[in-house]
Every structure is written in structure tokens, then in C-alpha cells.
């Protein structure tokens, strides 16, 4: 048992339902209790999309549990192919299910439908939403496309790949495939088919005729691409067109990929037309971000390269990250062994926030649950990962890969901080009634904000002495903290006092406030 009152990715089974989702012809039967249809409103609330998820639900109750609960899934697997007309069928069992083992798979088979019924087994207590997806797509592809005869390309036509791992329900996957697509085209290669998203059963049978495939969201794609390679050698890539630095990396790899030399000219046109965030970062008004502190949370994919763009696109100093997705620990690892980190993996969003007040970032780039954090601490945050709620399903075409994604990246990241002019006005005239300490970014509504988020911070702080009340601050000391910019006053503070601690100080004067000041600035 474990309590939990957040959860970062949901159970295997809306893995499953975010691909079928995203699909045209397929049709989920799904073995589970009443009050299992509340994942309907991830769709249609939050995604917003115009008609129900394609999925049947068998939604036994108490009473039904000493009957015949078997027969009541052969019937919904009937009743669903009567009714929706599907061309391939999923069945599988949510938690519940899984506990009175009615096998979905045998049952599904007794009822011989004359589509191929392809069994799940999504084991609900060990695995999450993305390794669902995952397995659902890898099962979906395998089972139409095994006994598949490749088509060969015809001399003289353009290259084609397929683009993997988008579903329903994923972080801007649809502007993402959107701006691959047009990147792709620009390159002179052909998109056979996306899968999951848009894609009909024929399409996915189709998948063995292209050249090669583009994984765009390893936590989904990676296992089906890998499966493919092995069965057709289709071959795949491992950069993820994300910021400018690898969306270059990811076109030269595409290209070789494609068997087609690199048009640099045209590419460099292309990206100047396009990207602005590489002006934009290197301009003279970006100077104030060099070195700010950022904290990085979400699935792997969208960390460890996030990460890359903080650091080496817009010069942040990264001072930690971590990620939820298990099955990439020992990637996000390997990165932060490089970068001289400790990475964090883990699905408790308590040691989360425990992290971030620990390294005390000016920015968190997160997943929804990180954006919390941060209106809790009193830190500037933005969405860069699942889970997410409604706004990060905007109208506006918003990506984050490829060119225009680096566009929105650099808005929406740069967005959360405080303005450079406001900074200096905070740092010279901290007792203005407008810009003083304490206040939020004031193009973020500061002012109306400013007394909430004062008391939140010396909640805060208040927390820290609460916690470390055996160092005493002395008042001389507490002014001249209190002087220091509040976005790099927790760090000072946390600094300060573990000087005095190693120094066997038992309370801070302003001597010491100095002496730590000298240590670190060492
Ligand atoms: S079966 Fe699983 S997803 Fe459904 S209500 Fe129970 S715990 Fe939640």
C-alpha cells in the first residue's frame, strides 16, 4: 500500500485508451466496474474532442460480481462489433477486472468475430499509463503487420518514414506531428503513415512500406520501432527534434536515415524563415537569464531534452532533474551522471517538492503537479510535460518540436520569469509600493498577487527556521538576508546556515552571512 494523493501518469488501461482514441476504426472492449467511464472526461473535457472515446465498457457492479461476470463481457464484446463496426477490436481487463481474472483475451476468442481481436495483458498494479500506450501500440502493430509483405520503393520516389508514438491525450502531439510533418516535407521525405494518431487499421498495415520510422515520443514508439526494425529493418532515430541545437542533430540523422545528403543552404533558409528563438536568446535583452537556476520534472523525454535547451540554448543553469517514466531511469541518469547531478526518479510528488525547496530554482519547468509546487513556494513554473490539464490542450497551434516548438518554448518558458527591468528595479528600490520585495512578475498581475505570494514565501522561510530553529539568525544578520534579491535569498539562506553548521556555529551574525558569502563565492 501506498498513500498517494497525486499520480503522475494513470493505470496501463488509459494507455491503451489514448491510443485507440487517437485511432479511426478500432474498438476497445474493456473489462471493468461501474464508474470506470469517468476516463471518458480525459477525452472530451480536457482534450476536448467532439465524440466519445471508442471504448465499451462492461461496468460490472457488486451484484454482478455472483454471477456469471464472463458472459457478461462476451456479451459487450457482441453488443460492440453489432454496434460500432470496427475493423480491429482490443479487449482487456482494468484493475478491478484484473483481480477476478475473467481472461478477456480466451473470451473475446470464444465469441470468433470476424475481425482480428488483439488481447492486452496491461498489468495494472505494476505498470502505468505510458507503458499501456506503449504495449497497446506495439500489440496493435505486431499483430497486423506480421505476416505483411513489404512493398519496395520505387526508383525515383521520394523516401518515406512513419512517425510513431503520437496518441490522444499527449502533451501538443498534434502540433508536434504537424510541425515534423512540414519539417519532413521540406526535406524531401514522404510521411507514410502516424500512428497512432489519424491512423485507420489499413494504415497500420501499411507501416512496413516505408523506409525507416521517426519515434517522436520514445515512452510510446520506442518498443513497436524496435520491433519493427527486427521484423523489417526498418531502422529509427534517436534524436528528438526538440529546441534548435537538435532539431539540426535530428535532420542530419533523418536525412542519413533517408539516404539523402542534407540540402544545408535550403535547411539554414528554412530555419531562419521558421525559428526566432535563437535570435531571440542570443539578443541582447536575454542577457538577465545567463545562470538562472532551473529545476525539471515530467517524462523523460521532454526532461532530458528540455534539459539541453535550458543549458545550452538559453544558458539556464540546470541544477537538478528527474522524471516519473521508470523505464528511462537509467537514461535520465546516465545524463545527470554527465552533467555532475543526481537525477531523480520517482512517482512521489511529495519527494518532488521536497527537491525544489532543497535547491531553491528561480524556475521550475514541469508537469502540471510541478506548476503547483511552484504557486505553492512562490516560484515562477511552465508545462513542459504530461500530466497536464486544459489550458495545455490550446487552440492556438502551439508545438514543441521543430523550429516553431523552439519558438514556443522560449515564450512560454521566459514568460514565468521576472522581466529583466523589473529585477533591477526590485534589487534598487526594494521598498517601493509597486516593485518591492516580495512582489510577483508584475506582467503575470503581480500586484493583485503580491500579498498572497509575500505570505507564502515567509511561510516558507518560516518552514525553514522551523525546521533549522537551533541556528539562530541575529537581527543585524536577518536585515542584511532580507537586502538579498528573494529569487537567491533561499539559496543564501540554505548556504549560510550550512557554513555555520560546518563551522560548528551555533547563530548567524552579519560576520558570518559574509564569511559564507566568501566560502561559496569561492
Ligand atoms: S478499476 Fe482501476 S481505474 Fe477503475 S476505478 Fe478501480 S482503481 Fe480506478
Redesign the pocket.
Known amino acids: 500500500m501506498k498513500l498517494s494523493m497525486w499520480t503522475y501518469e494513470g493505470?496501463p488501461h488509459i494507455g491503451a485508451m489514448r491510443v485507440v482514441t487517437g485511432m479511426k476504426d478500432v474498438h476497445y472492449v474493456l473489462h471493468?466496474?461501474q464508474?470506470?467511464t469517468y476516463a471518458d472526461l480525459l477525452f472530451t473535457m480536457i482534450e476536448r474532442l467532439k465524440s466519445r472515446p471508442p471504448v465499451s465498457y462492461t461496468t460490472f457492479q457488486a451484484r454482478d460480481l455472483g454471477r456469471d461476470t464472463a458472459e457478461l463481457f462476451k456479451n459487450a464484446v457482441r453488443e460492440a462489433y453489432e454496434r460500432f463496426q470496427p475493423k480491429a477490436m482490443i479487449v482487456g481487463a482494468?484493475?478491478?477486472a484484473e483481480l477476478i481474472q475473467d481472461d478477456p483475451g480466451g473470451l473475446a476468442e470464444a465469441v470468433d468475430l470476424p475481425i482480428p481481436v488483439i488481447p492486452l495483458e496491461l498489468p495494472?498494479y505494476q505498470k502505468k499509463e505510458n507503458w499501456g500506450a506503449s504495449e497497446t501500440l506495439y500489440h496493435l502493430v505486431r499483430a497486423l503487420c506480421l505476416n505483411v509483405e513489404t512493398g519496395k520503393r520505387k526508383i525515383g520516389c521520394k523516401p518515406t518514414c512513419n512517425i510513431l508514438g503520437p496518441t490522444a491525450l499527449g502533451f501538443r502531439n498534434k502540433d508536434d506531428v504537424k510541425e515534423i510533418s512540414k519539417l519532413l516535407d521540406q526535406l524531401g521525405i514522404e510521411v507514410n503513415v502516424v500512428a497512432p494518431l489519424g491512423a485507420s487499421v489499413d494504415n497500420l498495415r501499411a507501416i512496413p512500406n516505408a523506409d525507416f520510422n521517426i519515434v517522436l515520443y520514445p515512452e510510446i514508439g520506442r518498443l513497436t520501432a524496435e520491433w519493427l526494425k527486427k521484423r523489417f529493418g526498418q531502422d529509427y532515430n534517436r534524436k528528438i527534434p526538440y529546441g534548435v541545437l537538435s532539431t539540426r542533430e535530428f535532420i542530419e540523422e533523418v536525412c542519413g536515415l533517408a539516404n539523402i545528403q542534407v540540402k544545408r543552404k535550403e535547411v539554414q533558409a528554412f530555419e531562419s524563415k521558421s525559428n526566432d528563438s535563437v535570435w531571440y536568446s542570443s539578443s541582447v535583452d536575454s542577457n538577465y537569464l545567463t545562470n538562472k537556476r532551473v529545476y525539471l520534472f515530467g517524462d523523460a523525454t521532454h526532461v532530458m531534452n528540455a534539459v539541453r535547451v535550458a543549458k545550452d540554448e538559453f544558458a539556464f543553469e540546470v541544477v537538478g532533474f528527474g522524471t516519473y517514466s521508470r523505464e528511462f531511469a537509467r537514461e535520465i541518469r546516465q545524463l545527470a551522471d554527465e552533467m555532475g547531478l543526481k537525477a531523480l526518479v520517482t512517482d512521489d510528488y511529495l519527494e518532488v517538492e521536497a527537491e525544489i525547496e532543497r535547491l531553491q530554482p528561480e524556475l521550475i519547468l514541469g508537469s502540471q503537479m510541478e506548476r503547483h509546487i511552484g504557486k505553492r513556494m512562490g516560484i515562477g513554473a511552465s508545462v513542459i510535460s504530461a500530466p497536464m490539464h486544459v489550458q495545455d490542450f490550446p487552440c492556438r497551434y502551439s508545438p514543441q518540436y521543430g523550429y516553431e516548438g523552439a519558438n514556443v518554448l522560449f515564450d512560454t518558458w521566459i514568460h514565468s520569469l521576472m522581466m529583466g527591468l523589473e529585477e533591477h528595479l526590485i534589487h534598487l528600490f526594494r521598498d517601493d509600493s509597486e516593485f518591492k520585495d516580495d512582489a510577483m512578475p508584475s506582467h503575470l498581475g503581480g500586484s493583485l498577487k503580491n500579498e498572497g505570494s509575500a505570505a507564502k514565501k515567509e511561510l516558507i522561510l518560516s518552514g525553514l527556521q522551523e525546521k533549522e530553529r537551533e541556528i539562530f539568525w541575529d537581527e543585524e544578520a536577518t536585515l542584511e538576508l532580507k537586502k538579498i534579491p528573494f529569487f537567491v535569498r533561499g539559496k543564501a539562506k540554505r548556504n549560510t546556515e550550512k557554513y555555520a553548521e560546518e563551522i560548528g556555529c551555533k547563530s548567524i551574525s552579519l560576520e558570518t552571512l559574509y564569511d559564507a558569502k566568501a566560502y561559496y563565492g569561492n
Open positions: 493505470p471493468a466496474p464508474g470506470d482494468s484493475c478491478t495494472a
